[in-house]
């Protein structure tokens, strides 16, 4: 395992349900490369996990979230590509006006392959 700083956004604390706060997390590597919360695939934690670790796609993961590249579940989630679409367009936004959570910085563990 490798820890790596990225900027990220992690929700804040509320009484939503875990899955609804999971939905917010993000990272984004120095080289621009979004990833975004499982939830954003569409179907069980497992099935994503399974199906990156299957494709030899890097995972990160902070406070047991698991993240993968914005771009890996277009590909392999066609469903969600206009909801991922959207969330990679907003962050990309923020980061080039500088704004929102861009000043936190989070360590995110990337399982190395």
Same mark, same amino acid.
């Given at each position: 395992m490798k820890? *790596?700083? $990225?900027?990220?956004?992690i929700s804040p604390t509320s009484?939503?349900?875990?899955?609804?706060?999971e939905y917010g997390y993000f990272a984004v590597q120095p080289d621009g490369t979004i990833f975004?919360?499982?939830v954003h695939t569409g179907c069980s934690k497992?099935?994503?996990?399974?199906?990156?670790s299957y494709d030899? *796609?890097? $995972?990160?993961?902070?406070?047991?979230v698991p993240m993968f590249r914005a771009d890996w579940i277009k590909e392999?989630?066609?469903q969600?590509?206009?909801?991922?679409a959207a969330a990679s367009r907003r962050i990309n936004i923020?980061?080039?006006?500088?704004?929102?959570?861009?000043?936190?910085?989070?360590?995110?563990?990337?399982?190395?392959q």
């Open positions: 820890d *790596e700083t $990225v900027s990220g956004y009484k939503l349900k875990k899955w609804k706060k975004l919360s499982w497992m099935e994503a996990f399974l199906c990156a030899g *796609e890097p $995972v990160m993961s902070f406070d047991d392999n989630f066609p969600m590509k206009t909801t991922v923020a980061r080039e006006q500088g704004q929102g959570p861009f000043e936190q910085r989070i360590i995110a563990t990337q399982a190395s």
